[in-house]
Structure formats: C-alpha cells, structure tokens
C-alpha cells in the first residue's frame, strides 16, 4: 500500500469488480462496453445515412459483415503484436474477453468487410464512410470504459489528481484510456461540426479520423507503460500511428483537390414511398432540397450537392471558353 502522505489529493479508484453474473454465465464489463458501443456505432451511422438521404436499413446489412470482421482483425493485430499478452492457455489466442483488440487491425479489417458488402450492393463508399467516421470514434471511447474495468491501458506514474489507482501496485498512473475516450468524443464532435458547416468531399471526413486518431496516438504511446513490442527504442504502435498520420495528411489533401465525380450519393430512402421500389433499377440521388433537410438535421454535408456544385462550375467554365455548353 502506498503511504497516506504520498497519494494524489484524488483519484481514480480500481474498479471493485469487472463483470457480473446471469445465472451461470459471466459477463465481463469489456465485453459488454464494445456491445453497446457497437450498437451506438449503428445508431449514430443510420441516422447519418438517413440524413445523406439514403436509406438507413443498408447500415444494418454492413455492420453484420464489418462487425464480426472487425473483432477478428483487431485480435489477430493483438495476438501478432503482443505475444506475450496472450492467455497460456489452449484458446488464448481466442480469448477476447479478456482483453485484447487491435484497433488498427479492427478497423482495416472491418473497412474491408464494409467495402466488399456495399460494392456488392452498388453503393458508393466513400459517402457511406463519412457517415460511419464519427459513429467508429463514438464506439472506440465506450470501448476504452472497458479497458477501465480490465485495468489495463494505463501510463506512467503520476501525482496529478486523477491518477488511476491499480489493484496490485503502488501509487497512481497516468490514465490514457481516459484521455483518450475524451479525444474520442471531442473528435466526433468536431468531424460532424465540420459536416455541418463545411464543403469538404467524402471520404474527406473518413480521412479526417484517421489522422486526427493516429495523431492523438502518438502522444498517447508515449505515456503507456503497458506490455509492447518495441523498434529503435519506440513502441511498435508508435510508428504505426505516425505512418497512419502521414497517410491520413495526404489522402485529406488528394480528396479536396481531385474533380467531383458525378454519382449518386446512396441509395435514397424508399421505406416511406407509396409504391416499392425496382430493386433492379439504379439508386437515385437525393434533390437538393432534401439533401439540404438532411445536412440541418445531422450535422453532415450531402455528398449529392457538392457533386452538382463541381459539375455546375466545371459548365460555367465551358460556357466561359467556348460560348457554348460543353
């Protein structure tokens, strides 16, 4: 124990358990936050979805591929990168109750699984992963409450007041999945506030995320003292997050600079048509008037428009050169 006169004025106490019990099954407060983070991830994406005019359902199609694809890529990042962290038992490698995701492993994994379903079913993806971005950080600071219960994912000793108290060591530590649920959030709100009230073209949000994440990354990995494989000194991590920020930097840039590419947003909503929908025929883009709606309600800008904006200007600009419409 550590002495009175030597603890932090507050703290973050050690969480007296870490699941509870239904009858005879165990469920584990880890496990339980990446459900209902998850959920929330679903939630927030189709109300997006709705406001980009596309219809919602398609959300729940994808997630049932991107989901599982994710909690499977984020343990084999886990068990490849961390070994020794692995359970000594026959189904350590498996045990994801316990503690153990990836996170870059999970996304990449789910990206792929999401990408493959909404190509199969004709939808643009790149709309699709500007709804998803702000709902992915949403689900990634529930997941970090988890880490909280497991006590794991913490830094380096510390005597700032909310130094987190660890059941089998002295003193207080720095808390990063603290920190990092904040980021989370704030960064969510910010990619929505930028929806709302900037042109930026998809997938320029997506790729927002994924710099402002693994930027906020780089700093984190170098409070954390847990368990890592380390390269030239660093954490592994460390140079995969500074790499994803670079990558994050310049797919930002290529996607504002490249010409708008005159397609359909998503599929528009029909649940409220009064007669069905050919599912044989194309998916049709929302009016500007509904995608207008859509951006007030959400927060997010309709890809529909700024495709019209580009196509618009790039006419005028042939009327101006040629004296006719091109």
Do not use: C
């Not at 998850?38 to 979805?49: D, F, G, H, K, P």
């Not at 999970?106 to 709804?131: E, H």
Request: glycine letters at 10%.
């Amino acid at each position: 124990m550590t002495p009175l006169h030597r603890m932090p004025l507050s703290y973050l106490p050690s969480p007296a358990v870490n699941g509870f019990h239904i009858g005879p099954i165990f469920i584990h407060f880890y496990g339980l936050m990446y459900v209902v983070g998850i959920t929330l991830a679903v939630i927030i994406t189709q109300r997006r979805v709705r406001a980009y005019g596309g219809d919602p359902g398609v959300v729940a199609d994808v997630a049932m591929w991107a989901v599982p694809a994710g909690i499977i890529g984020g343990r084999i990042y886990f068990d490849l990168t961390t070994p020794a962290q692995i359970p000594h038992v026959w189904y350590g490698v498996f045990a994801v109750w316990s503690g153990g995701l990836g996170i870059w492993g999970g996304v990449a994994a789910g990206a792929l699984a999401g990408i493959w379903r909404l190509r199969r079913r004709g939808i643009a993806v790149a709309p699709f992963a500007d709804a998803v971005a702000p709902a992915l950080l949403v689900a990634q600071a529930i997941g970090r409450i988890g880490n909280y219960f497991n006590q794991e994912l913490y830094g380096k000793r510390t005597a700032l007041p909310w130094g987190l108290l660890i059941h089998d060591r002295p003193g207080a530590y720095q808390p990063t999945f603290l920190y990092e649920l904040i980021w989370d959030l704030a960064l969510a709100a910010l990619l929505v506030w930028l929806g709302h009230h900037t042109r930026i073209r998809p997938p320029g949000l997506f790729a927002l995320y994924v710099t402002g994440y693994s930027a906020f990354r780089i700093y984190e990995e170098s409070l954390r003292i847990d368990y890592s494989q380390y390269f030239l000194g660093l954490r592994l991590n460390t140079f995969v997050a500074s790499g994803l920020t670079l990558i994050g930097i310049i797919w930002f840039t290529y996607t504002q600079r490249r010409k708008p590419v005159a397609t359909p947003a998503l599929p528009a909503d029909t649940s409220d048509a009064d007669t069905p929908a050919d599912p044989s025929a194309p998916a049709a883009a929302p009016a500007p008037d509904d995608a207008a709606t859509g951006e007030a309600e959400s927060g997010a800008a309709p890809a529909a428009a700024e495709v019209k904006a580009g196509a618009e200007e790039e006419e005028g600009a042939a009327r101006d050169t040629s004296g006719r419409r091109a």
